[in-house]
């Protein structure tokens, strides 16, 4: 007979639960959260099992790896999916959360997830390390705004490159305001310092990749775009058709449809939120910066006109993320213009 199990990941420990094919409860405890310590209850219990499932999470890929090592057929699912058979629950203990995950296992009604290559992993904590560097000098430079501001102090509209000399042209005459924001702006350059050296390490990563290198070839995309795309994707393999990286990455509208109702909705935003926020970002600056014209800027100039620009970057984003993922499975290089694409076929 074959049993199917459930695990309900907290930092500390995990509890599983295991049932029949008739969903029927025929084992439950609870253990380190530890892959050894996993493999070893389930082990033990000498159930065939067919399917082990955990809810993604932050410790999940780490779990994935150590259970598939071992041996185990681990699931990772798809969070969404998980929590609305969680929801239907009326009581929510760990112990109830690993019933149902051992539920969707037997019925086969979830999601898998895709668990990203090590590499991509430490790629993207580079970045996520460089962002959260940057958000926090952000931070500063509001707080010290706000500070001076209630002295009557307005620092105004300045770079970032001079934000630290203005502050101190009008602070020079008060040692008090001294003392509490000259502390703020030695962190604050520390961290400009710090984010630099990321995107530094970012900008020689990206130009000893081919994948990256073929990626910036298209306008508006420079390397974080293309880094964060390519850490984002993973494996080009996964996506049968080139169209389907836009629904991955939440850039194609929601659809509601009951009874007589039928309309199409926002975009879903679902999927990588950081990979779709730079692909806006590189919409952005082929629509607006890019001189040279290209087929993909008119297509998006075409939309603006009968619809709005927002809506155009959207559907430019939402292209472009297409054009990469076709750029990555072909190892092509960007076409500018249509008459090169026929003559390259």
């Known amino acids: 007979m074959n049993y199917f199990a459930g695990l309900d990941v907290s930092l500390k420990r995990t509890a599983i639960c295991i049932v029949d094919r008739d969903g029927n409860i025929v084992r439950e405890g609870v253990t380190d959260t530890e892959p050894e ?45 998980a929590k609305s058979v969680m929801q239907a629950q009326t009581v929510k203990t760990d112990r109830n959360d690993a019933r149902a995950l051992a539920q969707m296992m037997r019925t086969g009604w979830f999601k898998a997830v895709h668990i990203k290559s090590e ?49 101190r042209e009008l602070i020079v005459a008060d040692g008090e305001l001294q003392a509490l924001v000259v502390p703020l702006l030695e962190a604050r350059r520390m961290l400009g310092e710090q984010a630099h050296v990321l995107t530094r390490l970012i900008g020689r990563l990206v130009r000893s990749d081919a994948i990256c290198r073929r990626f910036m070839t298209v306008p508006g995309v420079g390397p974080l775009t293309a880094l964060a795309f390519k850490t984002t994707i993973d494996n080009p393999g996964r996506f049968r058709k080139s169209r389907h990286v836009g629904v991955h990455l939440g850039l194609t509208p929601g659809k509601y449809a009951s009874g007589e109702v039928d309309y199409n909705g926002r975009i879903t935003r679902c999927g990588d939120a950081f990979a779709r926020e730079h692909l806006f970002e590189a919409a952005h600056s082929l629509m607006v910066n890019t001189r040279r014209w290209c087929s993909l800027k008119a297509w ?21 993320s297409v054009i990469l993922h076709r750029m990555w499975c072909d190892g092509s290089d960007f076409r500018w213009e249509r008459s090169e694409a026929a003559a390259a076929a």
């Open 37 to 81: 310590a996993l493999i070893s209850w389930l082990r033990n219990t000498r159930f065939a099992l067919q399917r082990v499932g955990l809810e993604a999470g932050q410790c999940s890929s780490w779990l994935y790896k150590g259970l598939s090592e071992g041996g185990l057929p681990v699931i990772c699912v798809e969070t969404r999916h």
């Open 300 to 320: 998006g100039i075409r939309i603006a006109k009968r619809s709005s620009m927002k809506n155009a970057l959207v559907a430019v984003a939402r292209k472009i």
């Open 119 to 167: 590499d991509s992993q430490k790629l993207r904590a580079l970045m996520g390390s460089r962002r959260c560097l940057l958000d926090k000098q952000r931070d500063l430079n509001n707080h010290i705004r706000a500070a001076l501001r209630t002295f009557g102090f307005k620092v105004g509209l300045i770079g970032q490159s001079r934000f630290e000399e203005r502050v």
